[in-house]
């Protein structure tokens, strides 16, 4: 069934998502129930609540997956509209774009932390932006902010907040923006929030960081294929729903409205969330976050015993540590920025892959004094 090149590249990722530890995707899942629709045309061409004429679409699906993130951020399908993306950047995307048609002279504020996409993103729709320092856990110094917008009181603010950095896992506080909107008395502003990692693992923290629609955001960008895992990338972007009305436009080629970013869109990825969602629920996703805390803590806490200042933000999934050799990075697939690197503690990996790990790790700072003092300098 395979051809000999396709099954050299399977048994190639198979491998290599066996080994990986540094990158936040789930590898837990099985949606090979979902094989049967691989034989069919599917696409969600437009607006999932507007029916085209091209009728192959899994929008009912789509519209329940949404309404279960809705009720997940304490809203409801009446006041927050969203569809399924493909991944976090689009998400992104889609909330500064709606911000810019609420307020074409805006300023856009995000942290030097944020997700590399951002920059092209802001690019792509010519916002004015300005960067703000990051302080040393990667979370937004508000100090800088303060600065930055105290001369720019006048012009509209849009906030492009972290719910979750990519190599930290820092939450940008609401509460300090709300204080400087306060301060400032800024009249108009819009808060969009990155939640790509952390929307689905957040709402489930006992100390949970604000960041939802009842705590007056207006859109919010989570992935599908981080956290829950799909064997494609896919997401979900949310927004409150006067922003996508303001800029709905009928098509009538597809008899659909022109409200996402793309035309023809995925429609087996909400299927998957939707296997997720009905599979896990509120509850699961509860446990599935404490099981990944649980690995979390014990990383940090072995690699401490082993002299290596491992550290987490929030009591999250990601264990942060000075970058190890070249060898250990590439064998483990470990992110690294600068002098520093990370585990993401997602479904799938367990406690014996952390114990090999770290064995790994223990007999390079032991057998190679020169190598230690680089790894902890
Ligand atoms: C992964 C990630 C993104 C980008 O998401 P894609 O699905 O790769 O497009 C953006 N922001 C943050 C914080 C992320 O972790």
Redesign the pocket.
């Known amino acids: 069934m395979n051809t000999p090149e396709t099954q050299a590249v399977y048994d190639r990722i198979k491998a290599h998502s066996e080994s990986f530890l540094g990158y936040?995707v789930a590898k837990d899942f099985s949606y090979s129930d979902y094989a049967p629709f691989l034989d069919i045309c599917i696409n969600n061409v437009g607006d999932p609540e507007s029916p085209s004429t091209f009728a192959i679409d899994t929008k009912d699906i789509e519209r329940k997956c949404i309404s279960f993130f809705a009720e997940m951020l304490s809203s409801n399908n009446k006041d927050v509209w969203g569809y399924i993306t493909n991944?976090?950047?689009?998400g992104?995307l889609y909330g500064l774009y709606v911000a810019r048609e609420s307020f074409p002279n805006a300023m856009v504020y995000y942290s030097e932390s944020t997700?590399y996409?951002v920059k092209k993103n802001l690019h792509l729709l010519n916002i004015p932006n300005i960067v703000i320092r990051s302080q040393e856990n990667g979370e937004m110094d508000y100090e800088d902010l303060e600065q930055t917008i105290s001369y720019r009181r006048d012009k509209p603010a849009i906030f492009f907040l972290?719910i979750?950095?990519?190599m930290t896992e820092a939450v940008d506080k609401i509460d300090e923006i709300k204080r400087i909107i306060k301060k400032y008395a800024i009249k108009d502003y819009y808060i969009h929030c990155?939640a790509?990692?952390l929307g689905t693992i957040a709402p489930y923290i006992d100390a949970k960081p604000k960041f939802d629609f009842a705590e007056g955001i207006d859109s919010i960008s989570i992935?599908g294929?981080?956290f829950i895992g799909s064997p494609i990338?896919c997401?979900a972007v949310l927004v409150k729903r006067q922003h996508r009305d303001r800029i709905a436009h009928s098509v009538s080629y597809v008899g659909t409205m022109d409200t996402t970013i793309t035309g023809s869109r995925n429609g087996l990825t909400p299927l998957f969330i939707w296997d997720f969602i009905k599979k896990h629920d509120h509850k699961g996703l509860r446990e599935r976050v404490k099981a990944c805390q649980d690995v979390a803590a014990y990383t940090e806490h072995k690699l401490n015993l082993l002299g290596v200042p491992a550290w987490r933000n929030n009591e999250g999934l990601t264990v942060v540590f000075p970058t190890p050799s070249t060898r250990i990075c590439k064998k483990y697939q470990l992110a690294s920025q600068e002098d520093i690197a990370h585990i993401i503690c997602i479904p799938g990996i367990t406690f014996g892959q952390i114990d090999a790990f770290l064995a790994d790790l223990k007999t390079e700072l032991h057998d190679i004094p020169t190598e230690t003092e680089a790894v902890l300098a």
């Open positions: 936040p991944g976090g950047t689009e992104n997700h996409s972290n979750g950095t990519t990155d790509a990692f992935s294929h981080k990338p997401g």
